[in-house]
């Protein structure tokens, strides 16, 4: 069975600093691009961050307002990917989600094969 447990969400204030985690199972991790998306109350879904399989050679690719202030890395020994996220701004405020694509390059920040559910960052201002 595939997983993908987001967990890591909580509250903090503007400026703050959270890591969220994406723990995974059921599936050939190496085959998969792992990426996170998020969705705000009243408002469409949004890709965050991918990083590339362990196959490829690691690469990231970011949202574009989110450069320079979140960090995906993996740990391709514990199947878990991290969203570093520091200088958070209300407008993060989201259900964030972890998501597997096939293929050892990220090709979309939105579309994914699995996912799971989320874990909701809320950023007070």
């Known amino acids: 069975e595939v997983q993908l447990q987001a967990s890591g969400g909580g509250l903090v204030q503007a400026g703050g600093s959270l890591r969220l985690s994406c723990a995974t199972s059921?599936?050939?991790?190496?085959?998969?691009?792992i990426g996170w998306f998020r969705q705000a109350p009243g408002k469409e879904r949004e890709g965050v961050s991918c990083?590339?399989?362990?196959?490829?050679?690691?690469?990231?690719l970011y949202k574009e307002s989110v450069k320079g202030r979140f960090t995906i890395s993996s740990d391709d020994a514990e199947r878990t990917v991290y969203l570093q996220m520091d200088s958070l701004k209300p407008d993060d405020t989201a259900v964030y989600y972890c998501g597997a694509q096939l293929g050892y390059y990220c090709s979309s920040l939105t579309d994914y094969d699995y996912w799971g559910q989320g874990t909701l960052v809320t950023v007070s201002s």
């Open positions: 059921g599936f050939r991790f190496d085959d998969y691009a």
């Open positions: 990083i590339s399989s362990s196959y490829s050679d690691g690469s990231t």
